[in-house]
């Protein structure tokens, strides 16, 4: 545990390594409780540097031998701190540093540096994990070939990998064990550096790539588990496939592993020729997975993929730089996404997730900017802000150059910075180079300022003169440490929309508007188009062109308009959402002033008018019928939340529109089931989805009818998307189906963690007063392991994250029940347990009563003994005063 005092790590203090390290031998002999590595370093001052004493990072590290130049160092020549190796003396020339330390991998439960997923051994090094495996230099800057020879015993052990390609094996001669050499020719940073060490089942596949290379494909996978493979490998392959075609990118090594394993922190890892996953983003089969864990595999296996290219054929300077590689990976594995499903779904469901997570967070105490300039825990910048927001940077860079230039910059980027370390500034450089544009500079703002903009746009037809006016004004609100801001450069996608549903040509400011796009970088702007000869619907920010929270008072009827004609799909889907989301949020005022609610019959002819439109893909459909989610109508409240009120009002909504459209929307249901077996595809899952959401508005009425027809879809489903489905919306509603529904389910998948995890899941997500006993009862459910972190996702996260009402509990006791399980497992698990942490962040948005109740919570948790400086630095953050 580390306790030490906070320290701050800046951007402004970023200096060039005093000594770098170009090649690593690594020795590691698993063994379950005393692993040995040794490490054979060759390092050299670096040019321009000072000659210094040279100090490794380490943590929660025992030395066992040191050698220089092959000669021991005598005792008092070094200090081995746990946290530290210093030497006092080395020469200012290229020398050897022989390093042993022994590493006890059962006991590692942080799940950082070599530990146990099970029995497999395995190593997580991103960010400052290789420092739990040797003293080195752990920073992204100092990049290394590496050779690593792995021993273990051969029962214990028979699969043994590392990055890079295989060039010895064999056994230990007179023993048990056996070893495996691996050697991987790309200089890399330690945080991409793998080792994994078990018994595991490989599948096998080849992809030749553009250039004629034939690549080994090995996906690794618990003994019995392969039949679940296949849906990964073939997302593979369309990954390489596609990043060839749409990036010119091509894979370099001979071969590309990935290994599934159990116990993971995060999603998944992208290390050099050897991604380590999470197995929910590996295994899947018909009957085990629904659509989401479908779609999700396929987004994050492209994600680590192309993260060879973004990440770590070029990497990142220092941490600052984060999202250099995971916003601009996550804008690539979007767009692959886009390319390979529908792209209207791809960037309604993109934004639907930007706006609960992202938005939330830049409007809170955890607010910061894509580019951090201080940190005290690099783990707690793994964000919806670095990567979401971070992807919506670039996304902004290409739609204002378009997309012939934008490829033009990203082909220098990759051949100007190949095998280095880079910045952001280097990154934005490159489409400054090849487009010549002189905004750049001011863009760099969307890096350094945290906060989402708030554009204001007052339009004006003038029928007499025929033109079309918007005024438009831009504000940044105040962030943590950041009180003032300046202007941003926006680019708004932007259409008239003529009383035909056609879009009419646009002259803005006496020039064509090139592409439809309207950049505003000026707090106040006013754009004229002219030759206007009717009024016409504007239709601003399409496909969400910027992260920004748009202002424009449209009337109603003008919202319907846009919602049945727009040509832009987006902002098609944006209208119904505008017009529920002024409903939902005038009905939240009136429960808790005890009024009436109202009702409107424009949304809802709007929404029929959708369910009935044939030409719509039915996954638009679904998207269109699924009112605001509480997270963003809290959001948009911005304070003095209710989030009984906001539940309440939510729910009633739906009801309005189960009971509205309740025959179109039964008849929709039947002529979306799809005969013949389960396929995965994005048209099959998209019809599923939409049958789904029909059968979940049907039960809002609360007939027996509908709950029936959801128990029947229970029973009789073929595939884990329907089971799912159909339990899901059981769970809502307390009758005897669903406790019926729940044991049947814990009977037929007890012996299936990933599946018993959706239980859970589910179960923590009932919006009930009992629902937090029924938690506190699960947690000792033998089904439940706090050492598990998808387990703790699945039951806690999900209570914290996904139920509003029940953790938000007006006595306070769900924020006492996650504080709780916090403190329990931050010893064993500070990443996680910070995770779960960042529940509270919106608590200054509640109303009285549950503020008070969380900070009293925040202020125990901050008062509690030797915290990590995980945990300390996210609740210190979510009590600043800013
Ligand atoms: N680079 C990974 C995310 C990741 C970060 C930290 C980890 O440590 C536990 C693990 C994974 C990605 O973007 O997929
Ligand atoms: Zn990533």
Redesign the pocket.
Same mark, same amino acid.
């Given at each position: 545990m580390r306790t030490e005092e906070p320290r701050s790590v800046r951007l402004a203090d970023y200096r060039p390594p005093d000594w770098l390290i170009e090649r690593v031998d690594l020795d590691v002999s698993l063994h379950p409780t005393a692993s040995t590595v040794r490490a054979t370093l060759k390092i050299k001052p670096n040019a321009g540097g000072t000659p210094a004493p040279l100090v490794l990072d380490g943590d929660d590290l025992k030395l066992s031998a040191l050698a220089l130049d092959g000669k021991p160092l005598a005792a008092g020549s070094y200090v081995a701190a746990p946290d530290r190796l210093t030497i006092a003396q080395v020469p200012n020339r290229p020398f050897t540093l022989e390093i042993e330390t022994i590493v006890d991998p059962t006991a590692n439960t942080q799940?950082?540096g070599l530990y146990r997923a099970g029995a497999t051994y395995c190593t997580?090094c991103?960010?400052e994990?290789f420092r739990r495996i040797t003293y080195f230099l752990d920073r992204p800057d100092v990049m290394a070939v590496y050779t690593t020879r792995i021993e273990a015993d051969k029962a214990e052990a028979p699969v043994l990998l590392s990055n890079g390609n295989l060039v010895a094996s064999g056994d230990v001669p007179d023993t048990s064990r056996h070893f495996a050499v691996w050697h991987d020719p790309f200089p890399k940073p330690s945080y991409l550096f793998a080792l994994v060490g078990g018994n595991l089942a490989c599948v096998e596949d080849a992809f030749t790539t553009m250039s004629g290379r034939k690549v080994k494909l090995a996906i690794y996978v618990e003994p019995g588990k392969e039949d679940r493979v296949p849906y990964a490998m073939d997302s593979l392959k369309r990954a390489m496939r596609w990043d060839e075609t749409a990036f010119g990118r091509e894979y370099d090594l001979d071969i590309f592993m990935i290994v599934a394993v159990s116990a993971?922190?995060?999603?998944?890892?992208?290390n050099k020729g050897l991604n380590i996953f999470n197995d929910k983003y590996v295994l899947a089969s018909p009957t085990t997975a629904t659509d989401t864990d479908y779609a999700g595999i396929e987004a994050?296996i492209a #994600?680590?993929y192309f #993260?060879n290219w973004t990440?770590d054929r070029i990497t990142c300077r220092d941490w600052f730089q984060l999202c250099l590689?995971?916003g601009l990976?996550v804008f690539r594995d979007q767009e692959f996404t886009a390319d390979q499903r529908s792209r209207a779904v791809e960037r309604i469901s993109d934004v639907r997730s930007l706006r609960s997570h992202q938005f939330v967070e830049d409007a809170g105490p955890l607010a910061h900017p894509v580019r951090p300039e201080v940190y005290r825990e690099i783990?707690n910048f793994?964000t919806s802000t670095v990567?979401e927001k971070g992807s919506e940077v670039v996304r902004m860079i290409r739609t204002l150059l378009g997309p012939a230039l934008f490829r033009q910059g990203m082909d220098l980027y990759f051949a100007r910075h190949d095998g280095q370390a880079a910045t952001v500034e280097q990154f934005v450089q490159c489409f400054a180079d090849v487009s010549r544009r002189d905004f750049f500079p001011q863009f760099m703002r969307w890096y350094s300022q945290a906060g989402t903009p708030d554009v204001k746009i007052a339009p004006h037809y003038d029928a007499r003169a025929k033109t079309f006016t918007l005024d438009i004004t831009q504000t940044i609100p105040a962030t943590p440490g950041q009180p003032d801001k300046e202007p941003m450069v926006i680019p708004l996608m932007f259409g008239l929309v003529g009383a035909n549903g056609a879009d009419l040509p646009l002259v803005a400011n006496g020039r064509p508007l090139e592409r439809g796009v309207i950049e505003v970088t000026r707090p106040h702007q006013r754009f004229v188009f002219a030759d206007i000869a009717e009024r016409p619907v504007p239709s601003v920010n399409r496909g969400f062109s910027a992260p920004v929270k748009l202002s424009l008072p449209l009337e109603p009827d003008d919202l319907r308009f846009l919602a049945a004609h727009d040509a832009d799909s987006f902002n098609r889907w944006q209208a119904v959402q505008t017009l529920a989301m002024s409903l939902l949020k005038s009905n939240v005022a009136a429960l808790r002033a005890g009024a009436p609610l109202r009702e409107d019959d424009g949304l809802m002819a709007a929404l029929g008018a959708v369910l009935g439109d044939a030409t719509l893909e039915p996954a638009f459909i679904a998207l269109t019928l699924a009112p605001p989610s509480e997270a963003d109508i809290a959001r948009e409240l911005g304070g003095d939340v209710d989030p009984d009120a906001v539940f309440a009002a939510r729910r009633r909504l739906r009801a309005a529109i189960g009971t509205r459209h309740g025959a179109a929307l039964a008849e929709t249901y039947r002529r979306m089931i799809t005969p013949g077996p389960y396929r995965p595809d994005a048209q099959s899952a998209g019809r599923r989805t939409l049958k789904n959401i029909c059968l979940d508005l049907l039960a809002t009425t609360e007939t027996s009818e509908s709950i029936v027809r959801a128990f029947a879809q229970y029973q009789s489903a073929d595939n884990m998307t329907d089971r799912m489905a159909a339990l899901d919306t059981l769970a809502q509603h307390d009758r005897p189906e669903r406790a019926a529904a729940l044991a049947d389910f814990y009977q037929r998948y007890a012996g299936d963690p990933l599946i018993i995890d959706k239980w859970l899941a589910l179960q923590a997500a009932i919006p009930e007063p009992a629902t937090l006993d029924r938690v506190r009862d699960l947690t000792r459910h033998p089904a439940f392991s706090m050492a598990n972190p998808n387990r703790i996702r699945a039951l806690i996260g999900s209570f914290a994250q996904a139920n509003h009402t029940q953790f938000n509990r007006a006595d306070g006791a769900g924020y006492a029940f996650v504080a709780d399980v916090v403190l329990a497992l931050d010893p064993k698990n500070p990443?996680v347990a910070a995770r779960l942490m960042g529940a509270f962040r919106s608590w200054r948005a509640l109303e009285a009563k549950r503020r008070a109740q969380a900070e009293a919570v925040l202020r125990r948790v901050a008062a509690a003994p030797a915290l990590s400086r995980d945990v300390h630095d996210i609740v210190a953050r979510t009590l600043a005063e800013s």
């Open positions: 799940l950082m997580q991103e960010a994990g993971f922190n995060m999603g998944a890892m992208e994050v #994600h680590e #993260h990440g590689k995971e990976t783990n793994y990567y990443q």
